[in-house]
C-alpha cells in the first residue's frame, strides 16, 4: 500500500488559479480554483446534472453550513472552463492542527465528490492535486485536507480520488443485494427463519396494541420521529459509555433540516421511518436515496418493555421489503460490521481513505491519523479484541450486561 501521508507537493503555489499538466490536446486543459463558502451557490449549480453520494449533496451541505456556520471552503476543478469535479470542505481545528473534510464529519459516511462523469475518464491525480494547491493558496490556514470513508465507486464510476495515495477505512460497510425482489432474497438469506421471527414480533405487537411503520411526510412526522430517535440514541450511547454524536444542538438542528427539507421533494433525498406499537415509536431509522440504493444512515430502538421483542429488526424487515417493492436494487446498512447487518448482508465495500498534507504539520497530523486509523481497524476487525473493547466500554459506565446492537449505527 502506497503511503497515504506524502504530501502531494509540500510547496504553496502563487496564484489561485492553477493548472495541471496537459492530458492531451484532445482533452483540453485542466484548472482549479478554491474560494470560500460564497461559491456555495455554483456548488448547488454544478450539482443539478452531477454525480455526488449523498452526503456531498447540496441539501447535505447547505443545511451543514446554515446549522453549524461551518467554516466552508469549494474547490472546482474544470476543462477548459466547464466543471469536472468539485469539493465542498469545512475546516475545523483540532488543536494547532486545521483540517479540510468533508461537511459532516463523521457523519458524512461512503463518500464521493460532486462530479460530471463526462469528464472524470481524464480526471487523474496531477489534476485532483491542482484543486489541493488552490485550497492551499485560498486557504494557508489549513494543515491537512483529509477525506474519509470514500466510495471506490458510485453508479459503476469510479472515484478520482483513488488516483491518490490512499488507504483502507477502518469499518467495512456492509448491503444487501435487492435483484430478484424479497423473496428471492429471502431464499438467499434465512428467510424461513425471519419470517418466522417476524410472526411471532406481530403478535407480540398486537398484544399491547395496534403497530404500524410510519414513513415521515410532513414536517411535524420529521419532528416527532427525530425527536424519538434522538432521545432513544442518548439513552443508548450512554449504555454503551461513548459519546453522543448526536448529543450538540448544532448537529441535531441539521439533521432536523435535512429531513424537513426533504418531505417537500417528490423524490425525497432523506427518509425517516418508524415502527409504531400502541401509540408510542419503538424504533427509528433515517435513510438516504442514491440511485437505485437505499442507505440506512443510522437507527435506534426504544429502551422499554418492548426493546425485548427487538423491533430494530423487525423495522429493518419492513424497510427492506417496502424498497424491494419501490425497485431498489441495493440496501445500504453503510458503515459499520455488526451482527444484525450480517443477519441479512452479502455485499462488503471497503471505503478508502486520503490525507494530502498541505504543511510540515499537516505531515505530522497525517501521520498520527493513519497510524490511528491502523489501531482502530486491528481492535474493530479483531472479534475478540472488539468484544473486550465494548465490554470495558460498558463497565465504566456501569453496565454489566451486554445490550442489543441493532441500532448500533
Known sequence: MVDATASFDGN????????????????????????????LADYVQF????????AQSPSWVSNWAAA?????????????????????LEVVRHG????????????ANGNFAAADPRLLPAVDGPAIRSMFKAIAKARPDIDLISLERLLPDLDGVANPLAALPNFPSPNLALAVDLGGGFEALLSRASGKRKRKKHRSQTRKFEAVGAFRRIEA????????????????????FAKMGIANVFGDRQIRDFFRALFADAVSEEKPAFLLHGLEVAGKLRAVTGSSRSGRRLICEFGAIAEDDLAFTSPGDFLFFDNIQKACELGFDVYDFSVGDEPYKRL???IETQHFEVLAPLTLKGRALATTMRQGARAKAFIKNNPTVWKLTKMLRRKAVGQAVPASSEDDN
Open 12 to 39: 504553496r503555489v502563487a496564484t489561485n488559479e492553477v493548472s495541471a499538466r496537459p492530458i492531451g490536446a484532445d482533452q483540453g486543459r485542466w484548472s482549479a480554483t478554491a474560494s470560500g463558502g460564497d461559491a
Open 47 to 54: 450539482c443539478a446534472s452531477a454525480l455526488f453520494a449523498p
Open 68 to 88: 453549524t456556520g461551518a467554516d466552508i471552503v469549494v474547490a472546482t476543478l474544470s476543462r477548459d472552463g466547464r466543471p469536472a469535479l468539485s469539493l465542498a
Open 96 to 107: 494547532p492542527f486545521k483540517t479540510a473534510r468533508f461537511a459532516g464529519g463523521r457523519h
Open 217 to 236: 411526510g410532513t414536517r411535524d412526522e420529521v419532528d416527532r420521529l427525530l425527536d424519538a430517535f434522538l432521545e432513544m440514541k442518548e439513552a443508548r
Open 344 to 346: 441479512w448482508c452479502d
